[in-house]
């Protein structure tokens, strides 16, 4: 399910080992998903113009700590509940290599966490990889990925694309740069912007979760839109206010962003529904184990 990402800035950050793995249980109760069930579940948009820095080139630090969410145990929760949400599935080290066009306007959608041909950070992705890598099977798709930036179109991305980036995700060091991509464009800012804001664990993840699905833009539609539109109706808690009810209110108003888009799969707010603001409602702020959610009918768990 894609949002709507907004251009960004790209800045050098640290690759934070997902380590510690808890033993996880997944229930698929499946009561219906549209149609749709097993399909890659994305984020969000941009109309970008111009290659950004070079994410793999250098590294420095992005949070500041490795505690919170950071935390190599709690970034693997964050995995797997950010998969349930994008691909309906706990198994976020199985989505390497997916690839395909949910019909939601970004173009092919692929890998760990939904890069997306028409929102940017698949081309810096593969720019990035290229120039280390440079003999990789997506080098060749690099024109036609700068032609389709920020649309929908195939136009010399087909017929061999999809199999190119399954091939390349068959090696570590592709798998190795989306997770450095991701950690770079979303994590590593979200959680940072969540502990300057004085939130908790589960504060870092309803940050990282919109900083993926809404992209890091500051209009209305984006992350910062949304939460300075939380701190129009509450305090965070660095500020003063109360946590819960400032994470409420970012709920809220992501969740009124969602409302807005133009498909029923975008619309979809179980993510929040019945996921993040069940955790809020029980008072766990720091994403305590065991955990139990919904996300399109399903429901998930993860005990120990």
């Not at 990402?5 to 950050?13: G, I, M, N, Y």
């Not at 807005?260 to 979809?268: C, E, G, K, N, S």
């Not at 955790?279 to 959610?293: A, I, R, T, V």
Request: proline fraction near 6%; aromatic fraction near 8%.
């Amino acid at each position: 399910m894609c949002g709507r990402r907004t251009l960004f800035t790209v800045k050098p950050a640290t690759r934070l080992l997902l380590i510690g793995a808890p033993v996880v249980v997944v229930v698929a109760v499946i009561f219906g998903r549209g149609g749709d069930s097993g399909a890659l579940a994305d984020h969000p948009p941009a109309l970008p113009g111009r290659s950004a820095p070079d994410p793999l080139a250098s590294v420095s630090p992005g949070a500041d700590r490795p505690d919170g969410l950071a935390a190599p145990g709690k970034k693997e929760i964050a995995a797997r509940l950010l998969a349930s949400a994008e691909s309906s599935t706990l198994d976020w080290r199985g989505q390497y290599g997916a690839i395909e066009d949910l019909g939601d306007g970004n173009g092919y959608t692929a890998g760990v966490i939904g890069f997306c041909s028409g929102t940017h950070d698949m081309l810096q992705l593969v720019e990035a990889y290229t120039r280390t890598h440079p003999d990789n099977p997506l080098a060749r798709y690099l024109p036609a990925l700068r032609e389709v930036d920020g649309g929908d179109s195939h136009q010399g991305l087909d017929p061999g694309f999809t199999a190119a980036w399954a091939k390349a995700a068959r090696s570590a060091s592709f798998r190795e740069a989306q997770d450095t991509i991701r950690d770079t464009l979303y994590f590593d800012p979200a959680v940072k912007r969540a502990k300057q804001d004085g939130l908790g664990t589960l504060g870092q993840f309803i940050y990282y979760d919109a900083m993926v699905l809404h992209g890091p833009g500051h209009d209305d539609e984006g992350f910062y839109g949304i939460r300075e539109a939380a701190m129009k109706q509450a305090r965070t808690k660095a500020g003063g206010g109360d946590e819960k009810t400032y994470l409420n209110a970012f709920l809220d108003a992501g969740r009124s962003v969602m409302k807005r888009m133009p498909t029923a799969a975008q619309r979809d707010s179980s993510r929040i529904d019945t996921a993040q603001r069940v955790f809020l409602d029980e008072g766990n702020l720091d994403l305590s184990l065991p955990l139990k959610w919904r996300v399109y009918g399903e429901t998930f768990r993860i005990t120990h």
